[in-house]
């Protein structure tokens, strides 16, 4: 019995020396902005608006496999939507091949607009992120992404929309 309680011990505190990737990005807001009107609607509602696979990820938090995305693999330059409520959540300019199988981003257009809390599920330590106006999960953050935020949001696809950004002509070009 002593010696379970020394390796929990253990385990509380290599814990609490890791922190949260939250507590690594400076004034990270993790509480829903007050300007957002925030969306809640029965789980018939989301059923009903959902595709299947859509509504197992983000509403009952399941995982796609990887390489299998839609966005994956997407080089277009454009935004990131919520699937669930339209509210924009990543930047193409924030997109980096991560290696994973999964669209990765290094940070979201508003921090206010993904929220995170812990998930020890599958015995694991790692960080939510839902969507802070329909509360949609989105996937994770973990500390291991790129400069300057050194965090990477991975995303399921069946989480997103996106919008490609329409490509202005250059200067030269309208004069061709």
């Known amino acids: 019995m002593i010696r379970n309680n020394r390796y929990l011990w253990l385990i509380i505190l290599a814990m609490a020396a890791c922190g949260s990737p939250a507590e690594h990005q400076e004034g990270r807001k993790d509480t829903v902005d007050s300007s957002i009107v925030r969306i809640q609607k029965e789980e018939a509602e989301w059923r009903a608006?959902?595709?299947?696979?859509?509504?197992?990820?983000?509403?009952?938090?399941?995982?796609?496999?990887?390489?299998?995305g839609e966005y994956w693999n997407n080089q277009e330059a454009g935004l990131y939507y919520c699937a669930s409520c339209g509210l924009s959540l990543?930047?193409?300019?924030?997109?980096?091949d991560s290696g994973t199988g999964w669209p990765c981003f290094y940070e979201p257009v508003q921090s206010a607009f993904v929220l995170e809390q812990p998930d020890h599920s599958y015995g694991m330590i790692r960080t939510e992120i839902t969507c802070a106006r329909c509360d949609g999960h989105l996937g994770h953050v973990f500390n291991d992404g790129p400069a300057p935020t050194g965090l990477r949001y991975c995303i399921n696809s069946a989480s997103l929309s996106f919008e490609k950004e329409e490509r202005k002509p250059d200067s030269d070009e309208v004069f061709r």
């Open 90 to 96: 990543f930047s193409s300019d924030t997109k980096f």
């Open 49 to 68: 608006e959902l595709d299947q696979h859509t509504f197992q990820v983000m509403r009952e938090g399941a995982t796609e496999r990887a390489f299998t």
